[in-house]
């Protein structure tokens, strides 16, 4: 139904970003919301989803995150909130590569996803995925309120609030500055 959005970042909350598109706040669920910043022009890739009892919208950064985002989603155990929970966790050719290789440990790392499902996605996605980097937009510092923006977000990703709240003193003595920084960096502690 629609291919991608033009506008401006109205807000960025653990989980979505809220794109203003000439007066309408279109609520996208994103894997990382925090590549953007409240007031920043945005071309937003955008898959809609429509269930039995529920409708969304999820964002991505790139058209190749979201091609990515719709192959897995044609894997038999894979829902919306697992594709991007794996689409926000893996660096920009990681997947690929896990699936390529064979590389089942890679793919259980992801929450939700145990071994048979691992396996499933290899069976499924073989030869089919290709992800491309693209660097993510500048986000302002703001130290403290930007740490517990990026706890809030991976809770929101689907991690355990325990395992989180662990990260937590970690993620402060990282150097990080940006609730972008503590997302990714918090990422890579958590696979």
Do not use: C
């Amino acid at each position: 139904m629609y291919e991608y959005m033009n506008g401006i970042i109205a807000a960025t909350e653990p989980g979505y970003v809220v794109l203003d598109v000439n007066g309408i706040g279109y609520r996208l669920l994103m894997g990382n919301p925090y590549a953007y910043a409240a007031g920043q022009k945005a071309k937003i890739w955008v898959q809609h989803i429509i269930r039995d009892n529920d409708q969304a919208l999820y964002g991505f950064e790139t058209e190749e995150a979201k091609r990515t985002f719709n192959q897995l989603l044609t894997v038999t155990g894979i829902g919306p909130k697992s594709a991007l929970a794996i689409l926000a966790n893996t660096d920009s050719n990681g997947l690929s590569q896990a699936v390529s290789g064979g590389d089942v440990n890679y793919l259980t790392k992801f929450p939700g996803i145990g071994k048979k499902t691992a396996q499933q996605i290899i069976l499924d996605l073989k030869g089919k995925l290709a992800l491309t980097a693209q660097p993510a937009p500048a986000v302002a510092p703001d130290v403290a309120p930007a740490l517990a923006d990026a706890l809030a977000a991976l809770v929101a990703l689907g991690y355990q609030e325990k395992a989180v709240n662990k990260l937590a003193d970690k993620l402060a003595e990282s150097g990080e500055t940006t609730t972008d920084g503590y997302l990714r960096r918090g990422l890579q502690l958590l696979s």
